[in-house]
Each structure stands twice: as C-alpha cells, then as structure tokens.
C-alpha cells in the first residue's frame, strides 16, 4: 500500500465486508449462544446480541426467517443459531443474520435431525412419487402408538365414529426414552409380517423435540420405509415435523387427523351408496317405462289394430298401380303414335309434289312461250308464204296461158320441156287454160339454138 | 351370493356398484340385461350397507411385543 494512498472509512468497510462474505466458512453456520438485548421490532425483525462469558456479536433474524420460530426467544435464553456473517456498513460492524434458531440443550439433536434430514432427501426417501396412495375403505387398521395417552384415544374414537366396521389392531410401544425407537421399529415390523392390514398409522401426541425424538431415528426412518402397507404419520402437534413424518406416505397433523385420513365416515359412504341406489332403481324404471311406452306405442299403431285395413290399404294400392300402368301404357301408345304423326308430316313435306307442281308451271309457261313463238313463226311464214304465194300468182303459167301459152304433159304427166324427151307416136297431154286435150305425136324437130345445147 | 360377498371388499363393492349405476344410466343396455344389472347393483348395495350397518361389535386387538394377540374394545378401554 503505497504512503500517499488514503482508504476512505467506507471504502474500508467495503474491503472487509467483501472479505467477509466471500468467506463460505462464515456462511451458513451454527453458533451457540445466549441472548441478550432482545428486541422485536413493529415490522416483524429482530435484533439481539449474541453472547458467551467472554464476548459479543450484534444480531438480526429477519421476520422472513422468525416467523417460523416454534418458540419466543427471551433474553437470557441459549440457544443454538444458524446463519451468515457480515457487515453492517453505517456502523463498520460485524454482525449475525440468524435464519434458524432452535433452544439449546439439545443442540446435538437438532444437528442430528438436520444431518439425517439431507441424508434421507438425497436418498430419495421423502419424493412423492414414492408415496403410496392410502386406500378408501381399509378394513383392517395397525395403530403403532402408545397404549396409554391422548394419541391413542383419539386415533381410536375417531376411527370408531367414522368408520365403525373397521379392525383396529394396536401395537403398544413405549413412545419416548430409551428404547421407544428400537420397539416402534419392532412393532412396524410386526404389523407389517402379519399382512392383514391396509393401513398402518404411527404416532404419539405433541411433546419437547427429545419427547419426540425416537420419530426422529434413523431406524424408525428406515422401517417406516422399508413397510409395505401405507402409512400415517401422526407425531406431535402440527409445528412438530419429525423424520418419520417426511419418510411416511401421508403426513397427518394430529392423530385424530390421522384417524380421518384412514378412513372414510360411514355416514358419508352411506349417504353416497344410498344415492347410487337411488340411482339404480331410477335408471331401471326409466328403462322399464321407456320399454313399456314402446311396447304401448307398437301395440296401439295402426297396423296391430287393423290388420285388414292394412290389406284394403294394400288392395287399393295395387289398384292404384295397375291403373297407373294401364295409363302409363296408353300415355306411352300415344306418345308414339304422336311422334309416328309427326314423322309423317315431316315426309309429306318432303313430298316432291311442289316441284312438280312447279315444274307443270314451268312447262306451261315453255308451252306458252313455244306457242307464241310457233305463232309468230307460223305468221312470218305465212307472210312469206302469201309474199310467195302473189309472187308466184305474178309467174304463174295459168297466166302466161292466159295469153295462149300451153302446157305438154308426157303420158306420166312429167312436163315436156324438151323435143329429146318425145317419141314418135308418144300419147301427151296439152294443157290449156280452161282444160287439155291428149294428142299423139306425129313429127319431132329439132332446132339449134335451143338452150339445152 | 355369499361366496361372492366374502371376496369383494367394500371398495371393490362400491366401485362396481358405481360403474353399474353408470352403464345403465347410461341407457343403450338391453332390458333383459338391465335387469339383471339392476338385481347385481341391489346385490352390490345390500352388500355395502350390510359392511356399513353391521357393525358386528368386531372386536379390537392388541399385539404384544412377542407377537401375543389380545382382544379387547379399545373405545371403552380407552375411555375409563
């Protein structure tokens, strides 16, 4: 540290508590001491000074640690302390946060129970899974307390009131001293080889921690484990909880609590089987009115009464679907006969009767038009003709023989034309212009300049 | 019947008295069936109120360290 370096007060008290608290072997011990100094604040802390013939310490138990006390500390009183060493900074003091206390005089003990505590919890000895269920109707109880005492009296009265057909056998031990644990642990062992009963409550009434203590030992711990019948702890009154309490399946506050816990009350059980009796003849009358109601309802229905109108009913539906496929038959003739009339009147209007009609037209109207045209043919001819005809009026050889023209006809009356054509002796025939006359050829000359040549 | 009542206990009893009370209620069993359900139920209450009510003064005992069985009323013992 170096000269011209100066620590603060507070900073100083810091260092130490620091120390201090970082120091396990200052945390979490038990310390015996008296008290002196007791004062219990309105808020519920405590402060007091913890002390021996040769020294002192300053003291807090917070109300969060105190309110669990069994007891009220008093000045003068030794006690045994469990708690942490620190620093109260205001002050630069050292002082002791108690979390336990527990009166001395059986300081050993406590440090024994604590011990033996963690001990079982490691082993697993207290977890719930391992908690047998008691079961609701025991008939056959083991009571392991003492034969004399309020403990067995009211586990006895109660188990009596509530569930009076139950077995109680009891196992008289002694309860506290010298002896009571190896004869407890005796007496579940007892109970247990015997394998009659369905329950097993163990306990005493409330007591000091060394009237107690036999619940306490190991032993008892370990019997109480190792019995295969479930069990009841009943030790001491509610704030009194021994090892047996934690290692047993069920813990009971008091033994008249154990006692209710073991058994069921008559009068509940028989409140409760009287309903489901109750229960029972409702759900078979309900069953049997029901049946009844439908054996009434089939009985009364209208085929069971009238069978024969059932028939009729059958009768007239038959009717009623032969006349039905009687007109469905007809509807059916019908409807095909409709769809025939109506395939014929498709064909007639495909007959060709138009055409021909429109052709008979056609071939009026060609007539007509040949008619006419033949018409006006006949007229151009006749026009022609009649050109002809006065034509031929003008050349005609009547007229030329009007002027004394005549015509020489041969015998096959062939026109002579020609003397070639004549014979000596030849009858022909002369045509004049009022008639002929027939002559025979005399002569027959020929003269040059005649055009034939 | 007495066989049966010497074999089921009174949880047993109740628990099938409970579960029959349960199937018919629960109304599709036959009536031939009900019936005889109902007959077993009746049976099973009977049973139980007989456990309940006869309280047959059973005697208590204590057992002794050597294992000596000793009968006795606890009630009344413990009441003097």
Known sequence: MANDQFYSVSSLTKWVKRLIDRDDALQNIWVRAEISNF???????????????????????????????????????????????????????????????????????????????????????????????????????????????????????????????????????????????????????????????????????????EELWAFNEEAVAEAIYHCSIPTISAVGHETDVTISDFVADLRAPTPTAAAELAVPDTMEVE??????????????????????????YLT??????????????????????????????????EQKRLQYEQLVKQLRAQHPSQQIATAYERLGQVNHLLIHAAGKQKEAYQSRYDQIVSKLDALSPLKVMNRGYSLVYEEKDALVKTVSTVNIGDQVKVRLQDGSFDCQVKDVHHERNSREE | MENKEETLSFEEAMNKLESVVEKLEEGDVPLEKAIAMFQEGMELSKQCHNKLQAVEKQMDEIVKDDGEVELTNLQEESSE
Do not use: C
């Open chain 1, 271 to 296: 409140a409760k089987r009287r309903y489901l009796e109750q229960k029972l003849f409702k759900a078979v009358r309900e069953k049997v009115t029901m049946e009844k109601e439908r054996l009434g």
């Open chain 1, 39 to 209: 004062k219990k604040h309105s808020r519920g802390h405590m402060y007091f000074t913890l002390k021996d013939e040769k020294s002192r310490v300053q003291s807090v138990m917070f109300a969060g640690n105190n309110r669990h006390l069994t007891f009220i500390p008093e000045n003068g009183m030794s006690v045994l302390v469990r708690g942490d060493v620190s620093v109260y900074e205001p002050y630069g003091q050292y002082q002791f946060y108690v979390k336990d206390m527990q009166p001395d005089g059986m300081g050993n003990l406590f440090l024994a129970y604590e011990q033996l505590k963690k001990k079982l919890a490691n082993q697993g000895w207290f977890d719930n899974e391992k908690k047998r269920q008691i079961p609701n109707y025991p008939r056959s109880i083991a009571v392991v307390t003492s034969r004399t005492g309020a403990a067995v009296r009211d586990i006895v009265t109660t188990l009596k009131r509530r569930f009076p057909q139950v077995q109680i056998t009891l196992f008289p031990v002694l309860v506290q001293g010298e002896g009571a644990a190896p004869a407890i642990v005796h007496a579940i062992r007892q109970a247990d080889a015997m394998k009659k009963f369905d329950v097993m409550i163990f306990g005493r009434g409330g007591g000091s921690i």
């Open chain 1, 300 to 333: 009364k229905s209208y085929a069971f009464r009238y069978p024969r109108r059932l028939l009729q009913q059958k009768e007239e539906e038959l009717d009623r679907n032969t006349e039905r496929l009687r007109k469905e038959t007809r509807r059916l003739g």
